[in-house]
């Protein structure tokens, strides 16, 4: 046991991170992004070890939405103490349709072509809906709790087959933790709506 932590105390650290930022989310504090920065760069080190490199570069791009979000529900002009949540647009879903489709064609002709990728398929499919879903709890849009639902537990079962437990692990805990973030949330726009 011993040997295993110490061959895997990254993936470990990464996974606490990982964990409390989902925790601060559900609870809707600013502070998630910052430990969003943090876990984002450990499991771009992990995801590059294990050749999926569509979810590396997907945490390389977390740590960019986490800098991105931390302004957003901090620094901005909009910004509140208790985040405004609203419901997504049919232009904007459409819009991400598109996007989705057209990076997952994109990232999947790249990881075949021009990499060792272990699994090409799901690993674009879990970037690519985890981008999307990122930019859109970015713009407090609850719609991408079910984005979240859906690609944890397709995730959870890639990280089993790649054999990433500590990370199979977390990822089921994010599926739970995704439908209580979804009721959270849910609870938070029915009292704004009271409020109004």
């Keep these: 046991m011993i040997d295993w932590i110490k061959n895997n105390y990254i993936e470990l650290i990464g996974a606490f991170f990982s964990l409390i930022y989902l925790i601060q989310e559900v609870r809707q504090k600013w502070t998630m992004w910052i430990v969003g920065i943090i876990s984002s760069i450990f499991y771009v080190y992990i995801f590059f070890d294990a050749k999926l490199y569509a979810e590396m570069g997907m945490y390389a791009y977390f740590a960019i939405m986490s800098v991105y979000g931390l302004y957003c529900w901090k620094f901005a002009k909009t910004a509140t103490k ?26 999947a002709w790249i990881l075949l072509k021009y990499t060792d990728s272990a699994a090409p398929y799901a690993d674009t499919l879990v970037a690519v809906l985890s981008i999307l879903a990122t930019w859109m709890v970015a713009k407090k849009y609850i719609e991408h709790w079910h ?10 079962g890639l990280y089993i087959y790649q ?18 973030g979804l009721l959270e949330w849910k609870k938070t726009m029915e009292k704004q709506r009271l409020k109004k």
């Design 82 to 107: 208790e985040p405004i949540i609203t419901h997504i647009g049919k232009k904007t879903s459409f819009w991400l349709v598109v996007l989705g489709i057209i990076l997952f064609g994109i990232t």
């Design 147 to 156: 984005v979240w639902i859906f690609t944890n537990i397709f995730a959870t």
């Design 163 to 180: 054999e990433l437990y500590p990370t199979a692990v977390l990822f089921a805990i994010y599926s739970i933790m995704s439908v209580v």
